[in-house]
């Protein structure tokens, strides 16, 4: 008898709370169709959401990290002759550029005056970046060597245009990361 009335007195109270649930969830459904709407993401104050985005978004060194990344990346596939690998770190490296130019086009020099970060970069996107995708392409390693470091001097050029000499790349002595092989033969799971 004690076991029927604690199984009702169960059944009732968890009957309760599901009943509870479904109420407040109707309830959460009425008042947000009731309620304006504010824009997707937004707080509805054009000015407010500016400014927060002008909060949030990253600094062009941030981005730059990516690309030196994914240059160190592009070494290392390149020398191991993992062409797949190397030609999606190429790929990498032009988004990451532009990724860091849309952050901002322009900085000023050591003059003071702007420097137009996508205009140097329309050079290189035009000259050392398609000599290295085409190195790649042919799975050329001495074409690819001297890419490289013809990319690598253009990024040099835009480092001091923008003021900033003592940012020298290089190319790479030790691999960046080590969760991604570089051996183009490497079976998974390794």
Not at 54 to 77: R, T, Y
Not at 119 to 127: E, K, L, P
Not at 128 to 144: G, W
Request: glycine residues 6%.
């Amino acid at each position: 008898m004690i076991q029927s009335f604690i199984r009702y007195a169960l059944t009732l109270a968890i009957g309760a709370g599901a009943g509870a649930v479904v109420m407040h969830w109707q309830d959460s459904v009425a008042a947000a169709q009731q309620a304006p709407a504010a824009p997707a993401g937004g707080t509805g104050d054009v000015a407010a959401d500016i400014a927060h985005l002008k909060e949030v978004v990253p600094a062009q060194s941030h981005a730059m990290i990516d690309v030196g990344w994914h240059m160190a990346n592009l070494w290392f596939a390149a020398r191991e002759q993992h062409w797949p690998l190397a030609a999606f770190e190429v790929s990498e490296v032009r988004n990451r550029i532009r990724w860091t130019i849309r952050i901002n086009p322009t900085v000023k020099g050591p003059d003071g005056n702007p420097v137009d970060l996508k205009g140097i970069f329309d050079g290189i996107d035009t000259s050392a970046l398609p000599a290295l995708k085409k190195a790649v392409d042919e799975k050329n390693p001495a074409a690819f060597e001297s890419a490289y470091r013809g990319m690598i001097e253009s990024c040099y050029a835009c480092h001091k245009a923008a003021g900033k000499p003592y940012l020298r790349p290089m190319v790479p002595t030790t691999p960046p990361q080590s969760i991604i092989t570089y051996d183009p033969k490497a079976s998974w799971p390794s």
